[in-house]
């Protein structure tokens, strides 16, 4: 990790903010020789970045809105992505069950052209639309690796089994899983890895145009050090605090803004027995997922509902909760209660403002910004979904490179991230491989690890030939060795860090191993200090 020693230097870039698209911004950067600095003031991919629905997806919903070449896009991007990182994403088959009731959400443009022409349908999803939505959803992107939509009937069938009879046919797309929060440190990860300087727990506490310079001073929040940093462009990826960095930070002049929108999930026990998704669309036209989640749970969601303040905490209110239940139970054959829930998130999204309607109707798409009136140039990101962080970090890059002449072109496509380096179906090889290798490991152990780490699962072991070789457990397979190469690899200060972002093993554990865990992550951090303090 960056040592402050480090950061005397005068960067190309420094950007504010440690979620996908800051990340994402710092890799591109880094890999054409550009000096960057990326200031996170929490753990990365603390916000909104591990708190998304999981899915690399085109957004099929959007095509109701005409966001025709956010769809494009996106579906083009699934597929370079899943060659990237076949450990931490693979692909999905989602099940969407058909029944005449299909509603548009609010009014979109799609609804009020058919409730002109043809006012009898009363807003409602025919099936011809359904059909040929999922036909474009097949072409729109060049699909070569994902197979394409078929028709389904549930009658008998094992997509079926946990639905009400009334049910009798759906549709089966593709798109495809992707651990977000894992995106987030990879990416960060391989920043560093061409020399870019990622400093978590530091907080910028303001920017200033200084001459040709930005001048910002940060915070070290975890020692209460502070010191000056100067860079020739300043990158606002703050996602929800985009606007208060340009206000409270920046204090520049500017009409752009964001919306933010609160999504909720809820994670219940296993829900069902096949690893396929559902689309659920419901009355009120609105959607939601159910998603096999960690092997033995269901991931639910989401909500829409807007946020005023990114200073407030985001949660799952009692309300999205039952909203999620009452919805899904319209679908099932056996209902839920609040009591199936074991677990529950929520993130912010900072949507671009439009002036849409609702929440659900605000643009996914992202606008990059830039401002060099003043002087040195700053670049606001806002919007984005983490689908398209890769195209909107190459964008963002051909807004930069106009200020630093002689930067070489777009590298990222196909480049795999650290761990990444097999093949797209190689996954089932690896996990054999490495239990040959580690004949301790569990079938559980071995696949989490590969889920997480890919090739790297080996060097995370390291020579270990039995289980106590690997140090103190902590319950659900985690391990001593691992938290060592957590802490010193990935960024990783606290158990939350641990258990919630570099894996999800926080359904596992027990809070006395937690508390355990707790206390381990502390005195570690404590002996970190103590030695860069030396």
Not at 68 to 95: G, Q, T
Not at 100 to 107: A, L, N, P, W
Not at 337 to 344: F, K, L, M, Q
Not at 430 to 440: D, G, I, Q, S
């Amino acid at each position: 990790m960056s040592s402050p020693s480090e950061h005397s230097k005068t960067y190309d870039l420094f950007i504010v903010g440690g979620g996908i698209n800051g990340c994402g911004i710092a890799r591109d950067a880094a890999g054409r020789g550009l000096s960057v600095a990326l200031a996170e003031m929490n753990d990365l991919a603390s916000a909104t970045s591990s708190a998304s629905t999981k899915l690399f997806h085109g957004g099929l919903r959007y095509l109701e809105y005409f966001e025709i070449n956010l769809v494009r896009h996106a579906l083009a991007e699934r597929e370079v992505l899943l060659k990237a990182m076949p450990h931490i994403s693979w692909p999905m088959r989602f099940v969407l069950p058909y029944h005449k009731d299909m509603r548009f959400e609010g009014s979109t443009p799609t609804s009020r052209i058919l409730n002109t022409i043809m006012p009898w349908m009363k807003g409602r999803r025919p099936a011809w639309l359904i059909r040929l939505g999922l036909l474009l959803y097949d072409n729109l992107g060049g699909r070569k690796i994902l197979p394409a939509t078929k028709t389904l009937n549930l009658k008998g069938s094992v997509e079926g089994a946990p639905i009400e009879d009334r049910f009798e046919k759906a549709y089966e797309y593709s798109d495809c899983w992707i651990e977000d929060s894992r995106l987030v440190v990879l990416n960060a990860r391989d920043a560093e890895a061409r020399g870019a300087d990622v400093m978590v727990r530091t907080k910028v506490i303001s920017a200033a145009r200084v001459g040709d310079l930005w001048e910002i001073a940060v915070e070290e929040t975890e020692t209460g050090d502070t010191r000056t940093i100067h860079a020739r462009m300043l990158i606002n990826a703050g996602g929800p605090w985009v606007g208060d960095i340009i206000q409270q930070k920046v204090r520049i002049n500017s009409t752009e803004g964001v919306r933010l929108v609160r999504g909720s999930h809820i994670v219940t026990r296993k829900l069902y027995d096949h690893d396929k998704c559902y689309f659920f669309q419901g009355t009120d036209g609105r959607i939601i997922f159910a998603i096999p989640y960690e092997t033995d749970f269901t991931l639910i969601g989401t909500t829409d509902a807007e946020h005023d303040d990114p200073s407030v905490k985001p949660v799952c209110t009692e309300g999205e909760r039952d909203y999620l239940l009452n919805f899904i139970n319209q679908y099932l054959k056996e209902d839920i209660t609040a009591d199936d829930v074991v677990w529950s998130y929520s993130g912010v999204r900072p949507l671009y403002d439009d002036g849409a309607s609702s929440a659900t109707a605000a643009t996914r798409d992202y606008t990059l910004k830039v401002d060099d009136a003043g002087g040195a140039p700053i670049l606001n990101v806002f919007g984005g979904k983490i689908t398209t962080y890769r195209k909107l970090a190459e964008d963002a890059m051909d807004k930069i490179v106009p200020f630093f002449p002689g930067t070489s072109g777009h590298w990222t496509a196909g480049v795999p991230l650290p761990g990444g380096d097999f093949a797209v179906d190689g996954f089932e090889m690896l996990v054999t491989r490495l239990k040959e290798n580690f004949a301790f490991l569990s079938e559980f152990w071995a696949r989490r690890l590969v889920r997480a780490y890919g090739t790297e699962a080996w060097d995370v072991l390291g020579d270990a030939e039995v289980e106590a070789d690997l140090g103190q457990s902590f319950g659900a397979t985690l391990t001593e060795r691992e938290l060592h190469w957590l802490q010193k690899n990935e960024y990783a200060r606290t158990a939350e860090d641990v258990i919630w972002r570099r894996n999800k093993l926080g359904l596992r554990l027990t809070q006395e191993e937690i508390a355990a865990l707790e206390t381990f992550m502390r005195s570690a951090t404590a002996e970190r200090l103590a030695k860069a303090a030396e």
